[in-house]
């Protein structure tokens, strides 16, 4: 990940639009939830993101609780999700909640954090470094009980396998690495920002971006990521995050781009074929009603 930032924006010159995303994002997300603040438009139909950390997002405060409930036992996770895990998502006058998928994302990392370190002392931080993709088919909501299992292999500073949801036959995300890293102060691990607030980062920079083209009433849901790769570098409160996505496909239901986020100009994360569905908001009122039925 050695793509110059500065210099990709010398190439494109100015943007053709300038566009307020966390006003437009506020019609569904509470400030727990925006992780995008300004999108920029260029000629060439490329478009940048920014995201100024919050102070609200990070460190033990902002952990979803389903992180804690997570359990290991006889080969299998479990956790039970609640509405704190779907904090923001979407705000009351919606009149729904979905846990966020790049929460599940995070739940994984929790996962592998536990299974690595449930048999040696912890040295450093444990951190996202890349999968091949990572597939949200269904709606998590609050209240569900989530199983899922992995067969992962473990060296001294790697974790790496797959993950499958019980009752399914494919996995949810295959090849999801972590490696160790150098361990933070306290002060510090106060003022990081999970690794999995980078998915939504860049989901909502491309869902704005898509619903330039989109009619109205609809939501992006981000349904999938394909190969991503992280590097192991903290993201702190007061940071800047800037994301520049590339379209690849688009059309009225589903938007399909790629993804590279810089901080302070250096590139923390790559990520292709990010897929989102432009969802009416009466039809995933529908889907959720429906995975209430199934708990």
Known sequence: MTTSHEASQERRGPPLKEIDAAKVLSNWYGQDSIACHKLRIYQDGTAES???????????????????????????????????????????????????????????AEAFTQEFYQSREQKGTLYVVGFDFMRFKDFVIPGQELSFVGSTTKTDKEIVGPMTMQGQSRPFTRNFRCEEGEMLDEDVQKKVLDQHWIFEVNAQGLGVMSLQQAPKDVVPVLMESGSSSFAKVPILAGDIATSRFTLKAVDEKQVLGNAMTFVKDQQVAEQKDILLQLVPIQTLKDAVEAAKQKM
């Open 50 to 108: 920014e995201f100024i950390v919050g102070q609200n997002l990070c460190g033990p405060d902002s952990r979803p609780p389903m992180f804690d409930r997570l359990r290991l036992r006889n080969g299998v996770f479990t956790t039970r999700t609640s509405p704190e895990d779907a904090k923001e998502h979407f705000i009351e006058p919606v009149g729904i909640q979905v846990i966020p998928g790049h929460n599940m994302t995070g739940l994984v």
